[in-house]
């Protein structure tokens, strides 16, 4: 897509810190980063989100997920990884090109507040209905 930024990015037209590339997926350092080693994994093919993205580069980023874990671990010494991934501007999706955030975290580092939220028991009745309701469609 011409006027997408990370097209551009794994077109080259745009400069980054390539982190890992194969035939499907590029991953590169995020220029924001929440915590250091916070990277990027894409689908080289366009897809705004969840819902477009081809299955085969969805397994492919989650199979590169799985190798990236274990490099922030080994070469970062991170104690967790969260994968974060947004889609639709109602949840902050900023950049409209599927993309998964690895933001690895140490212990000896402040809670990530994407991953943090306040425990606050729900209504059972009300989770018991919406529950029944995505079963229905799944
Ligand atoms: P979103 O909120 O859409 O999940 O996150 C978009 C991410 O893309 C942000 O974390 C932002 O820092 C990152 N980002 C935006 N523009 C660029 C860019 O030009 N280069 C890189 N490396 N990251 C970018
Ligand atoms: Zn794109």
């Known amino acids: 897509m011409d006027d997408c930024i990370f097209c551009k990015i794994v077109k080259g037209e745009i400069p980054s810190f390539k982190v890992y590339e194969d035939d499907r997926v590029y991953a590169f350092a995020d220029i924001n980063p929440v915590s250091e080693g916070h ?11 969840l819902g477009e993205i081809a299955e085969a580069d969805l397994m492919a980023i989650h199979r590169v997920s799985q190798k990236m874990y274990q490099a922030m671990r080994s070469a970062l010494g991170a104690d967790g990884v969260a994968l974060v991934q947004a889609n639709g501007k109602a949840v902050n999706q900023v950049v409209m090109h599927y993309h998964l955030h690895l933001i690895p975290r140490k212990n000896s580092e402040s809670r990530l507040s994407v991953t943090s939220w306040e425990l606050v028991p729900g209504d059972m009745d009300a989770i018991k209905v919406t529950s029944e309701k995505l079963a229905a469609v799944l």
Do not use: S
């Open 39 to 49: 990277t990027l994994i894409i689908p080289k093919a366009h897809a705004e989100n």
